[in-house]
C-alpha cells in the first residue's frame, strides 16, 4: 500500500501530519532488517550447496586471530572438508533466521515507541503531571519564548522522554502498543472486518514469545508460544509445546509481514483519527491475519 500523508489544518492536528509522514520510513526500517537476515540466509544455502559439490580434497579453511609472540595474528581455527562444510551451514541457518526474528522485534520496538513519541511529544501533559514535573511544565509553558528557552525545553522533553520510555519497556510491547493507541484516540480502520487492536497486541506477544526463546536459548516450544500459534492471527507460526524449537525463513517472513500489515493499520487509523472513514480498496484482512 502507497502511505496516505495528512497534512494538517490546525495545529491539533500536527501529530497527525508527523506520524503519517514517518510511517514510510518505519516501513523501511523494517524492510531493511529483514533483508539484511534474509539475503545471510540465501548467502548461507548457496554456501551449503558449494560445499556439497567440491571434490573430497577441496573444503572450508577457518582462521581466527590469536596472539602469538606478543602480536595478533590469523591463525588455522578449523580445517572442514566439504561436506563438513557444508553440514555447518545446514546447522547455522536456522541460528540466522532466529537472530533475524529478534533483530525485527526490535525493529517493532522502536517504531511502536518512536510513534508514541511523536504523540506524547505533541501532547506532553500525559506524562509530565505531578510534584515532581513542576520545572519540566514550566520549561513548556517558555518553550516559545528564544531559541534558548525552546532548547531547554527539548532538552529536558528528551531526558524525560528516555525515562519514560525505559520504565515502560517492563510492561511489554503489547502493552505498550494497546496504550498508544488508546491515549492516541485511534482505531482499527472502518474497512477492517477480521482482526481489531486486540488482535494485533496478541500477534505481538506471539512475536515477542519467539524473541524470548531466542534471547535465552530456550531448545524446546513453551506452552505459551504454542498456544499462540495455530490460530486465525498467528500467520505462519505453527509451533507445538515441547517440541524442538526450529525457527525458519517463513517464521521471520511473518515477523516482516506482520510489521508491515501493523504499519498500513496505523496509517489508516491516523487519517480516519483526522478526517473520518475513507473509502479505499478492500484490505483484505489486518495485521496477524493468516
Not at 529478534?102 to 501532547?123: C, K, M, P, S, T
Not at 517472513?253 to 472513514?277: H, K, M, W, Y
Request: hydrophobic share 40%; aromatic share 8%; glycine share 6%.
Amino acid at each position: 500500500m502507497t502511505n496516505l500523508i495528512h497534512r494538517a489544518a490546525t495545529e491539533d492536528e500536527a501529530w497527525i501530519e508527523e506520524m503519517t509522514t514517518k510511517v514510510g520510513d518505519w516501513r523501511s526500517l523494517s524492510r531493511s532488517v529483514y533483508l539484511r537476515w534474509a539475503i545471510t540466509i540465501n548467502a548461507s544455502e548457496l554456501a551449503e550447496s558449494r560445499y556439497r559439490a567440491l571434490d573430497p580434497d577441496q573444503g572450508l579453511h577457518t582462521t581466527t586471530l590469536r596472539v602469538v609472540d606478543g602480536a595478533p595474528r590469523l591463525v588455522p581455527l578449523a580445517v572442514w572438508t566439504g561436506p563438513e562444510a557444508a553440514d555447518n551451514y545446514r546447522q547455522t541457518t536456522p541460528l540466522i533466521a532466529a537472530y533475524g526474528v529478534a533483530d525485527l522485534y526490535g525493529a517493532l520496538e522502536d517504531i511502536v515507541f518512536d510513534a508514541y513519541e511523536v504523540f506524547l511529544r505533541h501532547h506532553p501533559e500525559t506524562i509530565i503531571q505531578g510534584p515532581e514535573f513542576l520545572e519540566l511544565r514550566r520549561l513548556h509553558r517558555r518553550r516559545t519564548g528564544s531559541a534558548e528557552a525552546l532548547q531547554a525545553w527539548q532538552a529536558a522533553w528528551a531526558v524525560r522522554y528516555g525515562n519514560w520510555r525505559r520504565k515502560k519497556a517492563y510492561d511489554g510491547l503489547p502493552r505498550v502498543l494497546r496504550a498508544f493507541f488508546t491515549q492516541a484516540g485511534l482505531r482499527r480502520p472502518s474497512q477492517y472486518r477480521h482482526t481489531d487492536i486486540d488482535d494485533w497486541c496478541r500477534t505481538l506477544e506471539m512475536i515477542a514469545e519467539l524473541r524470548h526463546h531466542v534471547v535465552h536459548g530456550m531448545g524446546a516450544v513453551s506452552e505459551r508460544l504454542a498456544e499462540l500459534s495455530g490460530t486465525p492471527t498467528s500467520l505462519t507460526f505453527d509451533f507445538v509445546a515441547g517440541a524442538p524449537l526450529e525457527i525458519k525463513l517463513h517464521h521471520l517472513q511473518s515477523v516482516e509481514c506482520f510489521a508491515d500489515q501493523l504499519l498500513t493499520a496505523l496509517n489508516l487509523s491516523l487519517i480516519e483519527r483526522a478526517i473520518g472513514p475513507v473509502a479505499l480498496p478492500p484490505e483484505p484482512s489486518g495485521p496477524g491475519r493468516g
